[in-house]
């Protein structure tokens, strides 16, 4: 999926939830959306970070490691110390990027090290296809509506 899908749907889980956010909740709440996509040199973080992502995706696979429940746990516990009014949103982000990914054609490898993808559709979509940015508009609207609605 594109980073700016992982945002919206972030975003859009945000509104589900019924969480109010700040502009500093929204712009941690994406950083974290993008996170695991650091073992891809050609992302968003991974082009900030090219060294740290080139190292990572040496020793694993695109969307192996840094998408797994242990790479999550490894985030979130430190964080939980570090900035416990935020884990939670961390962990939002983290895990809405998870279950988009899930939707892609390579899956994820939830359980890292086990190779074994997770893929939860027989119709999956493929990154920066149609269906991606129809995710990405929908979540955006519905988000920008539900946040105009609020307030
Ligand atoms: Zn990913």
Redesign the pocket.
């Known amino acids: 999926?594109l980073g700016l899908t992982h945002i919206g749907f972030a975003l859009l889980c945000s509104s589900i939830l019924k969480i109010r956010l700040t502009i500093f909740d929204v712009i941690g709440l994406a950083l974290f959306s993008i996170l695991?996509?650091i073992d891809l040199p050609s992302s968003e973080l991974g082009i900030i970070l090219r060294p740290l992502s080139h190292k990572l995706l040496e020793h694993t696979t695109h969307?192996g490691a840094t998408?797994s429940l242990l790479f999550v746990l490894g985030i979130l516990c430190p964080l939980r110390f570090l900035l416990p009014d935020f884990h939670l949103l961390a962990a939002l982000g983290l895990l809405s990027?998870l279950f988009l990914?899930m939707l892609t054609p390579v899956g994820i490898e939830f359980l890292w090290p086990i190779k074994l993808r997770l893929i939860i559709l027989d119709a999956p979509v493929n990154t920066g296809s149609k269906a991606d940015y129809f995710i990405f508009l929908i979540s955006s609207a519905i988000f920008i509506y539900s946040r105009i609605s609020i307030g």
């Open positions: 999926m695991p996509d969307r998408h990027h990914d």
